[in-house]
């Protein structure tokens, strides 16, 4: 397969109706974590990715979400409502269920139901969500409710579809680092989901895109518009070269596609990877595959941190200090460093200790590590994909 990428018909503006041909999970029984491999069909798209890329998907709201919102205004669905650049007018059910973000309120939301609210006591609440000194108060409010806690707390605002719609973001698509390599895996795209549900104002929540995935798609059936979002991030261009990869929980996406792209290529470079999660019995994301390429000689290293299978926490940044002297010596000879997953915490952590074992094994001051480290950006031998 040559490296020459076609253009599809296919990209964000005008995504290709695909269909999840499979989804399953991935955590074993007990886990606290709910994370799914899905396998989206992208036959007869002519969508082409490369190892590194991510998959956008665009989701629908959940049904009985979009009930809620129409039983709290009184409405049909069928009303007719214009979404800004629209050329004319779509039902609101439509608006609700696929153009429109149900989260997010906004203070102006608050200002219009003040205006509206007909009910004294509902009035003097908004006044007092609206006065400055409750800015913080406000933020903190206004955070744990989506709309549908606005239009129920306040019922004496009455709204129009036209009204609410325009208080309400574009439902935007999502980003998920691909898990397979097209070498292996031309007419389908692997992802590593992991599934949010959570519970705020005594209200069951869900991460829109991952429940869609998961919960209401029917596999093979139900079309899901996706499209590919090429990236910079990737398996080194000169197979010859060593690839260090870090990819707690989900983070382990891409890694699953290097690791296969360079498997398929033949590639003569060392892999080495760190994988983290909660515990080993059921949070070892793909733990075949990796046995089975150790076996094969293809995955030369496997490091894992599991963090609750011990009193004390373990993380993978923990790891890269215990093999502090390896990891230098793979650096130092050319190997390309890579980090998938939370921005917030481990990417901060990873790259903390990846200063500190360049430091350390290199006999470098701070400043020194610093400055090799921005060479390995510059060199793209230092890449991240964090979220």
Known sequence: MSDHVETSAFSKDNPFEARITDNRVLNGPGSAKETRHIVVSIAGSGLHYKAGDSLGVFPSNRPSEVDAILAALGASGHE???LPKAAAPIPFREALTSKLALAGPTKRMVETLMAKATNPAEKGKLE????????????TWLDDREFIDLLLEFPSAKLTPQELVDHMRKLMPR????????????????????????????????????TFMSDRVTVGVTPTPVFVSHSHFGPPEDTAKDAIMVGPGTGIAPFRAFIQDRAALGAKGRNWLFFGDQRRATDFLYEEDWAQ????GILTRLDTAFSRDQLTKIYVQDRMRENAAELWS?????????VC???????KDVDIAL??????????????????????KKEKRYQRDVY
């Open 355 to 376: 200063h500190d074992v360049i430091a350390g094994q290199g006999g470098m001051t701070p400043a020194e590590a610093i400055d090799y480290v921005k060479l390995m």
């Open 330 to 338: 793979w650096i130092k000879g050319g190997a390309s460093f890579f």
């Open 175 to 210: 980003l998920y680092s691909i898990a397979s390599s097209p070498r292996v895996h031309p007419q389908e795209i692997h992802l590593t989901v992991a599934i949010v549900r959570y519970e705020t104002n005594h209200r069951d929540r869900v991460g829109v895109c991952t």
């Open 341 to 347: 997953g939370d921005a917030k915490r481990m990417a």
């Open 80 to 82: 007719g409502v214009m």
């Open 128 to 139: 007092g969500l609206l006065v400055p000194e409750s800015k913080e108060i406000l933020m």
């Open 293 to 296: 390429y150790q076996k094969d």
